[in-house]
């Protein structure tokens, strides 16, 4: 299998949830900032070849992690392992924003298996 990031510091993408931006890249792990609009939510979906560790730094919402659901909000951190499904939701009138660490061999945005899509993606 091949190994490293195939992200670009600066890269981003519009989503009908909200936005991603990649502020760092080292050594098999990416940092993101995420924002969920109010009232959306990203897929259900796991990763092949990455675990993620999510902290919250403003808005709030639940983070929905193998099936149980978690408050997030502010200074909150969620966990999740290779091959754990995941989904997060904006509950709050303000956007949820968080910091996503990537960590894997290989971190590539091709990486989503999704299970359920509010915005009918697969």
């Known amino acids: 299998m091949p190994s490293g990031s195939l992200y670009k510091i600066g890269d981003n993408d519009q989503r009908p949830w909200g936005t991603w931006h990649v502020l760092d890249i080292g050594d098999r792990h990416v940092v993101k900032r995420i924002v969920v609009n109010p009232g959306q939510r990203l897929s259900l979906q796991y990763h092949n070849h990455r675990s993620e560790r999510w902290t919250a730094v403003s808005g709030e ?3 929905e ?3 149980a659901h978690y408050s997030f909000e502010f200074g909150l951190t969620v966990d999740i392992p290779l091959k754990t499904t ?3 939701s904006c509950t709050g009138d303000q956007p949820l924003v968080f910091i996503e660490i990537q ?3 290989l971190l590539d945005e ?4 999704r299970l359920s899509d509010d915005y009918s993606r697969v």
Do not use: P, W
């Open 61 to 63: 919402g639940v983070a």
């Open 65 to 67: 992690i193998d099936g």
């Open 86 to 88: 995941h989904r997060v």
């Open 103 to 105: 960590y894997g061999e």
């Open 110 to 113: 091709n990486d989503i298996i």
